[in-house]
């Protein structure tokens, strides 16, 4: 069952973590397990109070981010600075004794109407507080005209997946923007992340 809850407060989801071990050798399944994701903080033109939401899937293999009022535009009714929307969450994530996982790949749907001319562009970044590089970066361009819904799935490469550090408990920063350029086009564009979309993040499993 999935439990979902705004971010206005913190936020505390629950799953079974049943994934299998990514590697040939092997050690078995674990048994089913709790496993919490709890939102901190929630920042950002792209996320204001109440209209963020998470979710987690029952088998432990991803978690879910979804938006009420995450739109970039320019053009007719859209302010200077709406070109440019970004959201910055802080998740504490709290592992069953002797795992660990990563983020192994990231889905983004949502709805764009770019006229011919104009850019819009999705990123993401995530990493483990305390760690000096970025964990992972994700970007996602797009060329007018667009209009109507779209998905991106970026797989993140074995040799760059960040692990929690085992036994340590360390937020997940995640930060997501939107941004559009009107440039030769006329008229309104915008670029989505609503109500009817979202971010899922994929982990893999692997013991300490």
Known sequence: MLHTVATGTALLVSLAATAAVPSSSSASAPTPRRVAVEIVSANGSGCPAGSTRVSASPGGKSFKIAYN?????????????????????????????????AISRVVGTGSANLRDGATGMQAASYYWSGHSATGGRIVNRFTGPV??????????????????????????????????????STGTNWLAMDSTSSSDFHVVWKRC
């Open 69 to 101: 009022e995450f739109t970039a535009s320019t053009g007719p009714g859209a302010a200077v600075l709406d070109f440019r929307k970004n959201c910055q969450l802080a998740l504490d994530v709290s592992l069953p004794k002797g795992w660990t996982w």
């Open 147 to 184: 209009s109507g819904g779209w998905q991106r799935s970026n797989r993140i490469a074995k040799k760059r997946l960040e692990y929690l550090p085992c036994g340590e408990r360390r937020h997940l920063n995640v930060n997501f923007e939107l941004r559009v350029q009107a440039g030769s």
